[in-house]
Every structure is written in structure tokens, then in C-alpha cells.
Nanobody, 118 residues
Framework: QVHLVESGGGSVQAGGSLRLSCAAS??????MGWFRQAPGKESERVAI???????DYADSVKGRFTISKDNDKNTLALQMNSLKPEDTGMYYC??????????????WGQGTQVTVSS
């Protein structure tokens, strides 16, 4: 059974940084990503990473966020710099069975809250 557990959320002021982590268990593939949902808004794909190391970012976070994976620890990370109030939301770690599956991931974590104040 796949378990994804996020950590690292919190409250910061605009311009600050946070690093999210997602510990994966029961999952041996390498197609993972971060999604977020703000109150009253649709879920947004923030960043994804496939097994060949390729990454893709939402335009709104390009140049500020970096997705990475520690394969030894089977942990996915999201480094978030220059945070803005519009980055506020619940951030979810997700995993898929293949790269294209990240459009609609099969596995989800419980989420971690990120709040950015102006």
C-alpha cells in the first residue's frame, strides 16, 4: 500500500522560504509531484518530476520553486523561495504509475498547509 506523508508546511512572510518534504513508502516508481489547492480555487499542479529527471513547473512558480528527489530515502522535496501570498494553500504530494499519470495521480498524501502573509 502506498503512503505519502508530507511535512514542512507553515506560516511565513512574503519573500520567505519553506521546504516541503514527502516521504513515500510502498512506492517504488519515480513519478511524483506537488499540487496545491487554495480556498475557493481549483487544484493546481505546482511541480512534477519523472524518472528520467525531467521536471515541469507551473508558470506561477517557475524560477522560485525547485522539485527534487532523494532516491536513497525515497523522499520528494519542494524548495520554495520568494514566497508570495498567492502561494498560500494546502500542498499535496502525489505519485503516479507512469509519467503521464501525473495528470491525474493515483496516490495522494494528506497535505501540508502553507500560509504566506503580506
Amino acid at each position: 500500500q502506498v503512503h505519502l506523508v508530507e511535512s514542512g508546511g507553515g506560516s511565513v512572510q512574503a519573500g520567505g522560504s519553506l521546504r516541503l518534504s514527502c516521504a513515500a513508502s510502498g512506492y517504488s516508481r519515480d513519478y511524483m509531484g506537488w499540487f496545491r489547492q487554495a480556498p475557493g480555487k481549483e487544484s493546481e499542479r505546482v511541480a512534477i518530476r519523472c524518472s528520467d529527471g525531467s521536471t515541469d513547473y507551473a508558470d506561477s512558480v517557475k524560477g522560485r520553486f525547485t522539485i527534487s528527489k532523494d532516491n536513497d530515502k525515497n523522499t520528494l522535496a519542494l524548495q520554495m523561495n520568494s514566497l508570495k501570498p498567492e502561494d498560500t494553500g494546502m500542498y499535496y504530494c502525489a505519485a503516479a504509475r507512469y509519467c503521464a499519470g501525473l495528470l491525474r495521480p493515483a496516490y495522494w498524501g494528506q497535505g501540508t498547509q502553507v500560509t504566506v502573509s503580506s
